[in-house]
């Protein structure tokens, strides 16, 4: 008997993250999820396709940012993975507002839920995607904000607690 495997990754609810990245001469920002290594540690994993921009700058800077999506950026989420950073600067087209973090530093992207600068630790080849674990080094939080998850092709904006 055969099982068709292709939707079983849709059946686990996601984070929903903007990854910037720079070195000092590009930038670019793709949508992707992410999830932590345990509570108690302050590591994150996330992959990313091997023939994408943001894969070759992540390589070279050997840094990244988690922002995490909040509500009002859904629509950021869904354009950015349309775009192709190699071609043009994603910032700029769609107007994504950015708190500077120095020369060669992927930016923070404002009115994100979140924003959690991360040094790769290691990385992992796997198919066609490379998986990197990084390591915390700086985040901040809008708690005015609330975050997004990723479910099934769809955004769901997380508010209220379930008891």
């Known amino acids: 008997m ?8 849709r ?16 930038r670019d920002v793709m949508a992707c999820g992410c999830m932590f290594v345990a509570e108690d540690q ?3 994993i996330v992959s ?17 940012v988690l922002n995490i999506a909040s509500e009002g950026q859904v629509g950021l989420a869904q354009k950015v993975g349309a775009l192709h950073g190699q071609q043009i600067d994603k910032y700029q087209k769609l107007g994504i507002e950015t708190e500077d973090r120095g020369k060669g530093k992927a930016p923070f ?3 994100s839920f979140a924003n959690i600068a991360c040094k790769v630790v290691t990385s992992y080849p796997v198919g066609k995607y490379t998986v990197y674990i990084a ?9 005015t904000q609330k975050p997004l998850a ?3 092709d769809r955004y769901f904006a997380l508010k209220d607690e379930a008891r």
């Open 2 to 9: 055969s099982v068709n495997l292709s939707n079983v990754t």
């Open 11 to 26: 059946l686990v609810p996601s984070s929903v993250a903007l990854l910037s990245v720079a070195t000092k001469e590009k």
């Open 42 to 44: 302050h590591f994150f």
């Open 48 to 64: 990313v396709a091997k023939h994408i921009f943001s894969h070759d700058l992540i390589e070279a800077s050997g840094e990244f």
């Open 109 to 111: 992207i404002k009115s």
């Open 135 to 143: 390591e915390t080094t700086d985040f901040a939080v809008d708690s």
């Open 150 to 152: 990723w479910y099934g």
